[in-house]
């Protein structure tokens, strides 16, 4: 049985810590940051609510509550953090495709800490979304396969005969991709027209 002097100490110090709260959160410029200290001290209140409680099981209580802290507060903070970082990232192209390389290890760490035992299968799903997301593709042809073909192909011909055939290709293949989840042909098809105009110009100079 608890004593009354740690009852007493626990329901002072849960006290303080929600009247305080609200003071120490207004110091916290970060809003990542302040929701990460938030839900903390909301698990630390709750830790010491069960340990002045009447149930003596305390070992089984601060195990549930610390696996609700990693559960439901760690991950969404990660998730918030990590989108606070991605806005200063001054590089669009960088941003964009680093905030889309985000998704699949956020969740990850939500599928390694949830309920589910088969952490594989969930983690291919996780995966195939990934690689099927069509934002994912958009991002591999217009901000990755032309850039690189543009800086590894110097020779301005052979670079616009590539881009021709690749454009070629997907306009051959637009009415099957319309007809699939996946990136939009048109927005790729811009991007290579892009790509041979600058080609042509520079075999023109």
């Known amino acids: ?3 009354s002097i740690i009852k007493w100490g626990g329901g002072l110090l849960g ?3 929600k009247a305080y709260t609200p003071a120490l959160l207004a110091l916290i410029v970060s809003p990542s940051l302040k929701i990460a200290v938030s839900a903390l001290l909301l ?3 709750e830790l010491i609510a069960a340990m002045t409680d009447e149930d003596p099981n305390d070992a089984e209580q601060a195990e549930r509550i610390a696996r609700r802290f990693v ?3 760690a991950v969404p903070i990660a998730d918030g953090v990590i989108d606070e970082k991605l806005l200063l990232i001054p590089n669009l192209r960088a941003r964009r495709g680093l905030t889309l390389l985000a998704v699949p290890v956020v969740d990850t760490m939500r599928l390694l800490t949830d309920d589910e035992p ?3 299968a ?3 799903v996780v995966l195939d979304t990934f690689i099927l997301n069509p934002a994912v593709q958009d991002f591999a042809m217009t901000e990755l396969l032309v850039p690189i073909i543009e ?3 110097p020779n301005p011909m052979l670079r616009a005969l590539i881009m021709e055939a ?3 290709g997907i306009r051959e293949g637009a009415i099957d991709l319309a007809e699939a989840d996946v990136f939009d042909p048109e927005a790729v098809i811009t991007t290579i027209e892009q790509s041979k105009i600058k080609a042509e110009k520079a075999q023109a100079a």
Do not use: F, P
């Open 15 to 17: 006290k303080l810590l």
């Open 118 to 120: 088969d952490n594989a």
């Open 71 to 73: 559960s439901e507060d």
């Open 151 to 153: 800086k590894r192909v």
């Open 122 to 124: 969930q983690a291919e």
């Open 166 to 168: 690749l454009e070629t």
């Open 1 to 3: 049985m608890k004593s």
């Open 43 to 45: 698990r630390v209140q």
